[in-house]
């Protein structure tokens, strides 16, 4: 089945520093990616869509200037998070639209520590 | 706007011991309806798309149903190994749209 890996899986950063999260389809080509952001014990909260070769498409809320979205090719999509705060410590998640049942599949996610 | 609510936040049952995992959804043009189970610290791994009312489908010790306004996802005879947090997710009908997830059910299976 489709498979998406996601890295790293868990970062640890100081403030005032950026990190990259990348998302990768690894044998299917995924022309939409989606980045959700989950607190503990809730639900996935979408922050953006991601289209391959085109700006990505943010949520209301989200700081496009913080969240660094590029959908360069139709494997790779990457989530940078500018100058991090502890305020942005989250478990960040992808999801790549592929042609499947199942439709979507995630990534394992990114447990990001800012400290 | 597309709400996706689901019932009960927690469930904790015994080995063995049945039960129903609700999702009420309000969606303009349900395209499909995504269950996905979830353990701590990983991504969604993906258990059931329906995509019209009546519909049913089964793995294992699960059975999902949809109808118009809701969704279910029975577990008979549910083992500890089935303890995970079980998402409902709905997909509106217009293309490479996100889904949009409620907010889950934790169950606890106690042997």
């Known amino acids: 089945g489709a498979v998406v890996s996601q890295h790293p899986s868990r970062v640890i950063c100081k403030s005032g520093t950026s990190v990259k999260i990348e998302c990768r389809s690894l044998d299917f080509q995924a022309t939409t990616m989606f980045w959700y952001r989950q607190f503990p014990k809730k639900s996935l909260m979408l922050m953006a869509t991601?289209?391959?070769?085109?700006?990505?498409?943010?949520e209301q809320g989200v700081e496009k200037d913080k969240f660094l979205i590029n959908h360069a090719s139709l494997t790779l999509s990457t989530l940078t998070v500018t100058s991090a705060h502890p305020e942005d410590s989250s478990f960040y998640i992808c999801s790549a639209r592929g042609t499947g049942e199942d439709g979507y599949t995630f990534g394992s996610g990114t447990r990001l520590t800012v400290v | 706007e597309d709400q996706v609510t689901q019932s009960p936040e927690a469930l904790r049952l015994q080995e063995g011991e049945s039960s129903s995992l609700n999702c009420s959804y309000t969606v303009s043009g349900l395209r499909g309806l995504f269950w996905y189970r979830q353990d701590p610290g990983k991504g969604p791994e993906f258990l059931f798309t329906l995509y019209s009312a009546g519909e049913e489908k089964e793995k294992e010790r699960l059975k999902a149903t949809l109808t118009k306004k809701e969704s279910f996802l029975h577990i008979t005879a549910p083992k500890p190994e089935d303890s995970a947090t079980y998402l409902c997710a709905v997909q509106r009908n217009s293309g490479n749209t996100p889904l949009v997830f409620g907010k889950g059910t934790r169950l606890s299976v106690i042997a």
């Open positions: 991601s289209n391959e070769g085109s700006k990505a498409t943010y």
